[in-house]
Every structure is written in C-alpha cells, then in structure tokens.
C-alpha cells in the first residue's frame, strides 16, 4: 500500500516505524509519510521515521557505487550526486533527511519530536502522539 495513503484505521497502532529507505527513497510526499503515520497512531503511541545520518556519506555512497558495479542498481549519475542526495541514471534517486528537515515536516503536528542521532549513522524523528 502506499505510505502516503496507509489502508489502515485512524488509530490504529502504539507504535509506527519507517526506516532509512521508506522516506529517504522511495518516491512519495515526506509530509504526507509523517501525517498518515501519525493518523494511524494511537494518542500515548509514537512514530519513529529514520534518515542516515550525514556523517556517513562517504560510506553510503560508496555502497551505492557498488550495488551500481554490480547491476543493482543504475549508474550513479556523479555530476547530480551530491549534498545528501544519491542520483542514478536509470531515475532512482536516495536522499538524506535532514534534523532541520524532520523539523519542517513537523512544524504543523501539535507536538514537538526529538529528533536524535544514534551510532553516528541514522538520524530519529521520535513523534509523541
């Protein structure tokens, strides 16, 4: 089902989980991601959405760079790559979320997350619901 568009209830769950790749690479709105998971959340419940954190770049990119080697994925287009945003050339695209970013997508909620960087890899967005 789509993320923007989750096929459950208002309410429905303690706990909504999206890492790393569901708001950093597949193709959907991140605000719509963030409200849906907080619609489907019970009040007390929370929401964690996940990004890579920027210190890890270098390794991800160069994980990137050999799933493309390897045919998994297109040919990293290097001149649009850059800045926390991974490009292929077959239209695949990867990004990085910022803590400024998670910021913004919460502006609207009526409650403030933490938003925490763990193990110098990921960045949390922990929404209280």
């Given amino acids: ?3 923007e568009r989750i096929g459950f209830v208002d309410r429905a769950f303690d706990l909504v989980l999206c ?6 690479a597949f193709k959907v709105d991140a605000r719509a991601l963030v409200d849906e998971a907080v619609r489907v959340t019970r009040p007390g419940g929370r929401v964690l959405v996940s990004s890579y954190a920027p210190k890890i770049w270098e390794a991800r990119l160069g994980w990137f760079r050999a799933q493309a080697a390897a045919g998994l994925v297109g040919e990293i287009d290097e001149t649009a790559t850059g800045g926390g945003v991974i490009v292929c050339r077959d ?6 979320v910022t803590e400024a970013e998670f910021t913004s997508l919460t502006a609207h909620l009526q409650t403030r997350p933490a938003i925490h960087e763990v193990a110098e890899s990921s960045v949390f967005c922990e929404i209280h619901v």
């Fill in 1 to 3: 089902m789509s993320a």
């Fill in 19 to 24: 890492i790393q790749n569901g708001i950093s």
């Fill in 91 to 96: 239209g695949f695209t990867a990004r990085t």
